[in-house]
């Protein structure tokens, strides 16, 4: 069976192209720069040039695909506006995929983003939920909060190097999730009936507050934090703040998303939905401290061989 997996090259996208890789199936990544996707080709992936924006560049690039997996996203310093490749190049890319009869369009987007309308990246999202429906293709959609990846830049650098982390004084905790889990729950939907025109919002195993997290990266790396708290009311003005997503959004749509911290994140009922679906349980997740002290681990290990002289202030 023939993947198009749209957004190879990003977080997310290269863990869907490598697991599918792994599983045997024949994999084709739309890419933009044939050069920086040299490694999906390295990889047994074919790479296919064309831009979501500009549909002359779609003709009969679906020929033979089954299955669409769009993980693509605007990143801050693309050319073209973030509009063009997040709702103009989404909906033709849903258009295509019809004329094509494909049999299944799996995508993500951010979660609860119905509740938050008056910010453009979630209106964006929600357009394409809907077109998608509307469409009448069979499609899954999977809801996701923010990635383990994004907090690496967030927490871990900047206590290795002794810089501030900046942090919010947040309402709810986030229940982040690592991005080779969402990679193996959307190819799960592959086949699945019971994944079919349904929506998932799904989770990590545990939700954070930011406090915990560096208690955590405290606990693994030895070193003590320093850390700069802003009011989730003053946030919106700290550019620093944006590192915390790996969502590729125009800081100013990543900013706006402080909001969403102010309200609990998922039901009991909709994880129970994930996992009864997908054949799922919790443990099958990646814990955020499993992730973080594998992170520790290697990079201390890399600092040791290179004759890295501790710090006085270091506790291990």
């Known amino acids: 069976m023939t993947l198009l997996i749209i957004g190879g090259t ?4 290269s863990q869907i192209v490598r697991q599918a890789l792994d599983k045997n199936y024949k994999v084709k990544c739309l890419v933009r720069s044939l050069k920086r996707s040299k490694f999906l080709n390295e990889w047994g992936a074919d790479l296919i040039k064309a831009d979501l924006t500009k549909p002359e560049t779609l003709t009969g690039v679906l020929e033979g695909v089954k299955i669409i997996i769009d993980a693509s996203a605007s990143r801050p310093n ?3 506006p973030a509009q063009e490749i997040d709702l103009v190049g ?3 890319l849903i258009r295509v995929a019809k004329q094509a009869k494909v049999k299944l369009f799996i995508t993500f987007t951010l979660i609860n983003n119905f509740k938050y309308q008056n910010i453009p990246a979630m209106k964006i999202q929600s357009i394409i939920e809907n077109s998608l429906k509307e469409s009448k293709l069979n499609y899954t959609i999977f809801r996701l909060p923010a990635f383990f990846q994004g907090l690496i830049g967030q927490y871990g650098i900047p206590l290795l190097e002794n810089n501030p982390i900046v942090v919010i004084n947040e309402s709810a905790a986030i229940p982040y999730i690592d991005t080779q889990d969402v990679a193996k729950i959307s190819l799960k939907a592959i086949n699945n009936e019971q994944a079919k025109n349904q929506i998932f919002q799904v989770c990590g195993p545990k939700a954070w507050f930011s406090n915990e997290i560096i208690d955590l990266c ?3 790396s030895g070193q003590k934090a320093q850390t700069r708290t802003f009011p989730i009311g ?12 790996e969502w590729t959004w125009p800081v100013a749509n990543r900013l706006a998303f402080t909001q969403v911290f102010e309200d609990p994140f998922i039901s009991e009922s ?3 939905k994930v996992l009864q679906t997908f054949q799922l349980t919790e443990s099958d997740f990646l814990p955020l401290e499993e992730y973080f002290k594998d992170y520790f681990e290697k990079i201390l290990q890399d600092l040791q061989k290179l004759n890295f002289q501790k710090p006085k202030d270091l506790l291990f």
């Open 10 to 13: 990003g977080t997310l996208g």
């Open 78 to 80: 693309d050319a073209t």
């Open 90 to 92: 989404k909906l033709n």
């Open 218 to 220: 405290e606990k693994l």
């Open 234 to 245: 003053l946030i919106n003005f700290s550019k620093n703040f944006a590192n915390l997503f």
């Open 270 to 272: 909709e994880k129970q």
